[in-house]
């Protein structure tokens, strides 16, 4: 079953830590998640000022600069997972180096896959 590992952070614990240390740390996460084989995806997000919204509204497209709403939480990364059942899901989760000052939702895909192998 794949698993979505969403990192939602606030704006001030993600001023407050150390890049070097951040990196470091999400790069033996990582390491830790392909060598036990669940690896599928991943990736840390840019800051939400430079994020474009778009949207389609009347048959056209619509372009906001940085995000749509205010909000005190924004998505920071994500990783996608696959592990045989939820509570591996969450055992992954509770490693990964942003929960100690992050939230980290654990959602099941649903749907299509676009990108992903047939495993």
Same mark, same amino acid.
């Given at each position: 079953?794949?698993? #979505? /590992? /969403? &990192?939602?952070?606030?704006?001030?614990?993600?001023?407050?830590?150390?890049? #070097?240390? #951040?990196?470091? %740390?999400?790069?033996?996460? *990582?390491?830790? /998640?392909? !060598?036990? *084989? &669940? @690896? &599928? %995806? *991943?990736? *840390?997000?840019?800051?939400?000022?430079?994020?474009?919204?778009?949207?389609?509204?009347?048959?056209?497209?619509? +372009?906001?600069?940085?995000?749509?709403?205010?909000?005190?939480? @924004?998505?920071?990364? @994500?990783? +996608?997972?696959?592990?045989?059942?939820?509570?591996?899901?969450?055992?992954? %989760? %509770? =490693?990964?180096?942003? !929960? !100690? $000052?992050?939230?980290?939702? &654990? =959602?099941? /895909?649903?749907?299509?896959? $676009?990108?992903?192998?047939?495993?």
């Amino acid at each position: 079953m794949k698993y #979505a /590992l /969403l &990192v939602h952070m606030n704006k001030e614990a993600g001023d407050q830590y150390d890049v #070097a240390s #951040a990196r470091a %740390a999400g790069m033996a996460y *990582g390491e830790a /998640l392909r !060598a036990a *084989g &669940v @690896f &599928v %995806a *991943g990736a *840390g997000l840019d800051a939400p000022e430079k994020s474009t919204m778009v949207t389609l509204r009347n048959g056209q497209r619509e +372009v906001h600069d940085g995000p749509y709403a205010e909000t005190k939480e @924004f998505l920071g990364g @994500f990783v +996608v997972i696959d592990v045989p059942q939820h509570e591996d899901a969450l055992e992954w %989760a %509770a =490693r990964h180096p942003s !929960a !100690a $000052f992050a939230c980290i939702e &654990v =959602r099941a /895909l649903a749907g299509s896959y $676009f990108a992903t192998s047939g495993k």
